[in-house]
């Protein structure tokens, strides 16, 4: 079973911290995302990365950034928290074979709250 | 600019009958279509998929049907079960590893 796992499931943290969301996958996958769920928006791409190292803008990058220096490993960072930065945050994972379409596997997410 | 349109927030229908969920999209380049479902404190599983070179696919009580021409896709539960009880996602592709995810409607059974 693919098991995709993130750091915490809530966090809370005050206006103008830094909040690193770590997410960890076990089954050597190469594509990786990070997405926000909010109340009738659905889930948001933030950022993706198709390998260690490589990261690519999803469709609501501001305030946002990533890393990715281990494939199994890929990081949200918030680098001055902000209140409309409170939601759920979800992890998700897909192998990655070129021309074929991947399934995305989930993380149970992250669910942050900014003070 | 919502490309992948969920207009029902919500949905409720007793044990037993089916449950239809639909989803309207904009986009003429979505190639590939899924059904995510999600229960509350867990990240969305994967439930069912389509290519836009079929028009139906089924999975056991799961069946996807894709109108192109509509540019409308639905999900089809038949019959439903109180383990039914989710937020269903639709999501689209189109020919790259991003989705593109509609807001949710959140399905109720009851019994």
């Known amino acids: 079973d693919v098991k995709v796992t993130q750091s915490s499931r809530y966090l809370v943290k005050r206006t103008g911290e830094k909040v690193f969301l770590e997410c960890v996958q076990d089954?050597?996958?190469?594509?990786m995302f990070w997405y926000r769920q909010d109340p009738g928006l659905g889930l948001r791409l933030i950022y993706f990365?198709?390998?260690?190292?490589?990261?690519e803008k999803g469709d609501i990058p501001e305030g946002y950034s990533v890393s990715r220096e281990k494939k199994e490993r890929f990081s949200l960072i918030l680098e001055s928290a902000s209140t409309n930065q409170t939601s759920m945050y979800l992890c998700?994972?897909?192998?990655?074979?070129?021309?074929?379409?991947?399934?995305?596997?989930f993380g149970p997410g992250t669910r942050l709250t900014v003070l | 600019d919502q490309q992948v349109k969920q207009n029902s927030p919500s949905l409720s229908v007793q044990e037993g009958r089916i449950s239809i969920l639909n989803c309207d999209y904009t986009?003429?380049?979505?190639?590939?279509f899924l059904w995510y479902k999600k229960y509350p404190a867990e990240g969305p599983t994967f439930l069912i998929s389509?290519?836009?070179?079929?028009d139906k696919n089924e999975d056991g009580r799961f069946t996807v049907f894709l109108n192109k021409s509509a540019k409308h896709l639905s999900l089809h539960i038949v019959p439903s079960q109180p383990g039914d009880s989710a937020v269903y996602f639709c999501?689209?592709?189109?020919?790259?590893?991003?989705?593109?995810f509609g807001q949710g409607t959140r399905l109720t059974i009851n019994p």
């Open positions: 990365s198709y390998d260690v190292k490589m990261k």
């Open positions: 998700a994972s897909s192998r990655g074979t070129s021309g074929r379409r991947d399934t995305q596997y």
């Open positions: 999501a689209a592709s189109a020919g790259a590893q991003k989705l593109v």
């Open positions: 986009n003429s380049m979505f190639d590939y």
């Open positions: 389509i290519s836009s070179i079929k």
């Open positions: 089954m050597d996958h190469e594509n």
